[in-house]
């Protein structure tokens, strides 16, 4: 089992700036893919970005490259996802998954956060 928990998120004007984490225990989660998800409400949830195991690797989904980076510390067990140029369309629950293989397809991910709030205004 993977325990992920999501932190960092919060309030931000439009233009600003976030960092969230992604912090697992129970398994290494050097082993694993992980993603990061947002749900909108009334939204279905969408793919935002993935990270190889190694970190070399990394995708994006076209509605936030450019202005998102996803990155990971192996040995913090952490993975990150800086968000810069923050949008309202932004707005979301974003939420971390770990999956032995990339995908951008949430069904795939075997293990999920709870999610953290971000909330973009204009």
């Known amino acids: 089992q993977v325990q992920l928990v999501e932190s960092g998120g919060g309030s931000v004007q439009a233009g600003g700036s976030l960092r969230l984490s992604c912090a697992a225990s129970?398994?290494?989660?050097?082993?694993?893919?992980v993603g990061w998800f947002r749900q909108a409400p009334g939204k279905e949830r969408e793919f935002v970005a993935a990270?190889?195991?190694?970190?070399?690797?990394?995708y994006l989904a076209g509605s936030v490259k450019g202005r998102f980076t996803i990155s990971r510390d192996n040995g913090k067990n952490t993975v990150y996802l800086e968000m810069n140029s923050l949008k309202p369309e932004d707005t979301a629950d974003y939420y971390c998954?770990?999956?032995?293989?990339?995908?951008?397809?949430?069904?795939?991910?075997?293990?999920w956060g709870q999610g953290t709030q971000v909330t973009v205004s204009s």
């Open positions: 990270i190889g195991t190694s970190g070399f690797i990394s």
């Open positions: 129970g398994r290494i989660l050097s082993g694993y893919v």
């Open positions: 998954a770990a999956n032995p293989v990339t995908s951008d397809y949430a069904g795939r991910y075997n293990y």
